[in-house]
């Protein structure tokens, strides 16, 4: 079992940065791939940025590359998602999640554990 719980979003004007933490308890995070997805109002939600269990390996959405960088500390059972030169568009509820053992994907499908989820807003 792994519990997860988003902090950091907020209220930001277009063009400043956010860094969400995702915090995690349970034995398993540290074995984990993990990502963070997104769903703004009436849409689908979204792969935003993945990172494999040791942090070696990253995966991101075009829309975000260069943009975004997702790490990890296991010693601290947390993930990071540092957000850049942010845009109105990328306002969304932000989620983490945890895959399936031996997973690294970018679909919501191949992730089991999620948490509540953070909002973020982008002021114009």
């Known amino acids: 079992q792994v519990q997860l719980a988003e902090s950091g979003g907020g209220l930001v004007q277009a063009g400043g940065s956010l860094r969400l933490s995702c915090a995690a308890s349970?034995?398993?995070?540290?074995?984990?791939?993990m990502g963070w997805f997104r769903q703004a109002p009436g849409k689908e939600r979204e792969f935003v940025a993945a990172?494999?269990?040791?942090?070696?390996?990253?995966y991101y959405a075009d829309s975000v590359k260069g943009l975004c960088t997702i790490s990890r500390d296991n010693a601290k059972n947390t993930m990071y998602l540092q957000m850049n030169r942010l845009k109105p568009e990328d306002t969304a509820v932000y989620f983490c999640?945890?895959?399936?053992?031996?997973?690294?994907?970018?679909?919501?499908?191949?992730?089991?554990?999620w948490g509540q989820g953070t909002q973020v807003t982008v002021s114009s």
């Open positions: 999640a945890a895959a399936s053992p031996g997973r690294f994907s970018t679909t919501t499908t191949e992730y089991v554990y």
């Open positions: 349970g034995r398993t995070f540290s074995s984990c791939a």
């Open positions: 990172v494999n269990w040791s942090g070696s390996r990253t």
